[in-house]
């Protein structure tokens, strides 16, 4: 059996690619070695979030800014048309979870520290916490839900800088347990599945929540139905209840990947988790097949094309070592962006640009990973996610976006190689 | 202006500077400790650990190793709760000189430092990670001391004799009339308000930084800044302190420190006891003698790097290595060397000795106030002491066991529960998260506080004490002091850990944007 294409990692960027390719009618497998970020980021698509400091209002325009100021960018590599394809094929093939949003102007999130973070699209949990048109916020937490702080969070955004004016309180509630010990969120998550934390929250809140406030819950509204206990939550408090993205594990990321990897199993895509690629045969520029290892034996793969979405150095996809020479860990690439030894990879302020942020796998137009003289290593082998060079996603807030836009358009580079070419980048 | 009065102040809050302020608190004189900073800020939080067993001083520098093994002793009495007994071992890898193993045993048995050679299998056995090629091995009772844990019970017991301790009050100058300086002028770093100190005798504990202190007075004291770096690596390495068999020298130490190991160190010269800056070359080298003891180290999961600096007393500049200045400590009876009355300096010396250091100052004090009253501190147990049981590794999981799930466990690196974090901060009345960390080891564990530092945030501002600023504030200054400890270190899995918290910190929770 030969594949059409084997995808590296499991993260957002290779589910998109698979699912992609898959629906386009190809052969495809994944091979992990676990899951991805989607289990540690919220659920959201951003695109561009920041542009140095200034927070992005419209994604479409900015990008054009991004991309004269930083030439090796990840998004310089999707064309306009893939990167506004792309996002409307990730809200029709996630309807279930209810993604909206778009280019056009990013809409304002609070983080569990209340901080109005913009992203381009958010599932439906999310969405009543948009806080463009300003209102009135009541923000619950759990006690013993360690992990989401109510007050703090609705302190800062009383005094956040917004389009319009916010008011926030907190409210603190004890759900009933067993133990005051730690409470899992996919404990509580399971507990709002079975429905019982769901009457128990309605019943918590009669009377304490005042006319026109929305609601916002730390992200454990379920794993299976969160979208019908939202709406439950709704219709019996009659205000409108949404999610906060906190720290990992990310119950809403869980969600999307469950969603992805359903529709991808559904649609013949076979997923190889705990696994690892350990080599791979290539014969005139040309990768033939991938050597797997998984428990106790080692297989191979025959393919036409793979895709490498092994994640940047957060993800093991990257790694560094002590006299900092950096390597891609899947089929050992050249690494761009790294300062050479000797030179400074990190700078004494946290919050500075550090030599090393924008370090990667560099690509040509169809995103596939380039020698030193520019070409392509491997003619079918194309890369997409955070393992690219160029960016600094968690400052940009432009992950998500990077590997949704990436992920797709490396399928179109597989698809139709020759309907794309240099000039279909955005700027 | 408003003003306090004592027998005795202390100037310094390290160990050296709480040794003293107990030892006169025991005697029972009055008592205040300033500090500019917080306790244990200094050298004292910055070494390595060592509770020395006196051996690495046996050849070069008996009378250091003298001092070593009697105080270990007695701090194993004393201080057991601040002491784990991990023992030590000398070995000769094939790089150091095999002749120094002669000189060592020689040098032992001369200072009484108990040094009993042992086979390299045996050494192997117990340290299995140690480097195979190795040659000749002692073991000696060196040990583990947490320097925090022994500050805090220090100041703690001290209190309970009448002392005040004062982190964070700054001393401006020395009021000198007549000869005699007869108090300070302080500044609470906190409130800015400024106040005098009556006192009848100043001690000038104040390390590396003893010099600033004496020019206040008119005096001088050639007390230079000798910096030392270290490295915690990720995991026990080594279960014993492991010292090579040489004469001191870089990077030759490695030894357990809780759940990580330390090894250190480096020691150049800085003219900035304030300017530590740690450069690449420094965690270089010590990566690559760390490679000599344990093969595979240089790669090893390294979590945090720091930087201390010894107070390295000379009467004169003449010295250019700071290892050929002695470890023993210098008492400077200012009324003698230059006839300016009431005001005594204790520095050089080490952590190991600092009792020693505080009985001797305080006999000065007596001197100079005409009274004679006994030491008691090498007897008298430090709170949480009592029982003379030594500190164990499982300590805190004992604690946790017998009520697994009775409440929310903060940090889970070092099993810090909320209430526990609740309960210092409130005793602290602190807005810093780094007073935290050293007190309660908040966030010292592999991630950090990737986890923690969030959730430590929300509860500091959780009562009403603290609103979104100061709490916005003490989240971005942890952060930031975090990260000068990192940076020097990050390769491998430490790095990917880095970015992970990067995400955590800046890409979901976005602090980079919260309200100033």
């Known amino acids: 059996m030969i594949y059409d294409t084997l995808v590296v990692g499991a993260g957002l960027a290779g589910l998109t690619t698979a699912l992609r390719l898959t629906e386009q009618g190809q052969k495809v497998v994944i091979v992990a070695r676990g899951v991805g970020a989607t289990h540690l980021a919220p659920a959201t698509v951003d695109v561009l979030g920041y542009l140095g400091e200034e927070r992005v209002d419209s994604p479409a325009s900015a990008l054009t800014t991004l991309l004269s100021d930083v030439p090796g960018h990840p998004y310089g590599r999707v064309s306009r048309e893939q990167l506004g394809a792309s996002l409307e094929w990730f809200c029709r093939r996630l309807e279930r979870l209810g993604y909206a949003g778009g280019l056009d102007h990013n809409r304002l999130f609070p983080t569990a520290i209340g901080v109005a973070r913009p992203s381009a699209l958010a599932p439906r949990t999310m969405l009543g916490g948009d806080l463009r048109d300003g209102g009135r916020f009541l923000f619950v937490g759990l006690r013993g839900f360690k992990d989401f702080h109510p007050s703090l969070l609705a302190d800062n955004l009383a005094h956040a800088r917004l389009p319009a004016p916010v008011t926030a309180r907190a409210l603190e509630l004890e759900p009933p347990a067993e133990r005051r010990g730690d409470l899992s969120g996919r404990l509580l998550a399971r507990r709002f599945d079975s429905g019982e934390l769901t009457d128990w929250l309605v019943r918590a809140l009669q009377g304490r929540v005042e006319a026109e406030e929305r609601v916002g819950l730390p992200p454990v509204l379920g794993l299976r139905r969160a979208d019908e206990t939202l709406a439950d939550l709704e219709n019996r408090l009659e205000r409108r209840v949404f999610e906060v993205p906190t720290l990992p594990p990310s119950i809403p990321g869980m969600r999307l990947y469950d969603t992805l990897t359903a529709a991808l199993r559904r649609a013949g895509a076979r997923l190889v988790i705990n696994a690892a690629v350990v080599g791979a045969q290539a014969h005139d520029g040309q990768i033939e097949s991938v050597q797997v290892a998984s428990a106790a034996t080692t297989m191979s793969y025959r393919t036409h094309s793979v895709v490498l979405a092994s994640g940047g150095f957060a993800s093991g996809g990257l790694t560094l070592d002590s006299r900092g020479a950096a390597r891609e860990t899947v089929f050992g690439l050249r690494v761009a962006g790294v300062p050479d030894e000797g030179a400074t990879r990190f700078v004494a302020g946290y919050f500075d640009a550090q030599p090393l942020s924008r370090a990667g796998v560099a690509v040509d137009d169809l995103l596939r990973p380039t020698g030193r003289d520019g070409g392509p290593v491997y003619r079918n082998l194309h890369a997409a996610g955070a393992i690219l060079a160029g960016a600094v996603p968690w400052k940009e807030k432009s992950g998500t976006g990077i590997s949704v836009a990436t992920g797709y358009a490396a399928a179109d580079a597989i698809l139709a190689p020759s309907a794309l070419g240099v000039s279909g980048s955005i700027g | ?516």
Request: proline fraction near 4%.
């Open chain 2, 1 to 516: 202006m408003s003003s306090l009065e004592a027998d005795v102040l202390v100037i310094g809050g390290g160990s050296t500077g709480a040794g003293v302020v107990r030892d006169a608190a025991l005697r029972g004189f009055s008592t205040i400790l300033v500090e500019r900073r917080d306790l244990v800020d200094g050298t004292t939080g910055r070494f390595h650990g060592l509770l020395h067993s006196g051996g690495r001083y046996a050849v070069k520098d008996p009378s250091a190793a003298v001092e070593c093994i009697a105080e270990n002793r007695i701090l194993r009495r004393v201080a057991a709760d601040c002491v784990e007994d991990t023992g030590g071992l000398f070995v000769a890898t094939p790089w150091d000189d095999p002749d120094y193993g002669d000189l060592f045993v020689k040098g032992c048995e001369a200072t009484g430092v108990p040094a009993e050679e042992i086979p390299v299998a045996e050494a192997l056995r117990r340290e299995p990670r140690l480097n195979p090629e190795i040659r000749r091995a002692f073991a000696v009772p060196d040990a583990a001391l947490d320097p925090w844990k022994l500050v805090w019970g220090c100041a703690r017991s001290a209190e309970q004799h009448g002392a005040r301790i004062l982190p964070y009050h700054r001393v401006l100058d020395l009021e000198v009339v007549d000869q005699r300086v007869v108090g300070a002028l302080v500044r609470d770093e906190h409130s800015g308000e400024e106040f005098r100190i009556h006192s009848k005798v100043v001690v000038n504990a104040a390390g590396a930084w003893a010099g600033q202190i004496a020019t206040l007075a008119g005096c001088v004291v050639n007390v230079r800044a000798g910096m030392g770096v270290m490295i915690a690596m990720n995991h026990r390495i080594v279960n014993s302190a492991v010292n090579r068999l040489k004469f001191p020298a870089d990077g030759d130490i490695l030894l357990p420190l809780r759940t990580a190991c330390v090894i250190g160190t480096t020691d150049v010269f800085v003219p900035d006891p304030d300017d530590t800056a740690i450069r690449q070359d420094a965690v270089d080298l010590l990566l690559d003698e760390g490679e000599k003891l344990v093969p595979g180290f240089r790669e090893a999961r390294a979590l945090h790097a720091w930087a201390g600096v010894r107070p390295l007393f000379e009467e004169t500049h003449d010295v250019a290595e700071t290892r050929d200045v002695t470890r023993s400590h210098a008492l400077l009876d200012h009324l003698a060397r230059e006839g300016v009355a009431g005001f005594v300096t204790i520095t050089g010396g080490k952590t190991t000795t600092f009792r020693l250091m505080a009985e001797v100052a305080v006999d000065a004090v007596c001197q100079q106030l005409g009274v004679e009253r006994r030491c008691t501190t090498a007897e008298a147990p430090l709170p949480g002491s009592e029982s003379h049981t030594l500190y164990g590794l499982d300590s805190r999981l004992a604690a946790r066991e017998p009520v697994p799930q009775s409440e929310e466990i903060i940090c889970e690196c070092e099993l810090i529960t909320r209430s526990r974090l609740e309960q210092t901060i409130k005793r602290r009345a602190t807005t810093s998260l780094d007073d935290i960390r050293r007190l309660l080891r908040l966030a010292m564990g592999p991630c950090q506080g990737g986890f923690c530092i969030y959730r430590a945030t929300g509860i500091l501002h959780h009562g009403d004490r603290v609103d979104h600023t100061e709490a916005n504030r003490a989240l971005v200054s942890f952060l930031e002091e975090r990260w000068k400890g990192l940076h020097p270190i990050l390769h491998g899995d430490q790095l990917r850990q880095a970015r992970f918290d990067d995400w955590i910190f800046q890409g979901i929770l976005d602090v980079e944007h919260l309200p100033a």
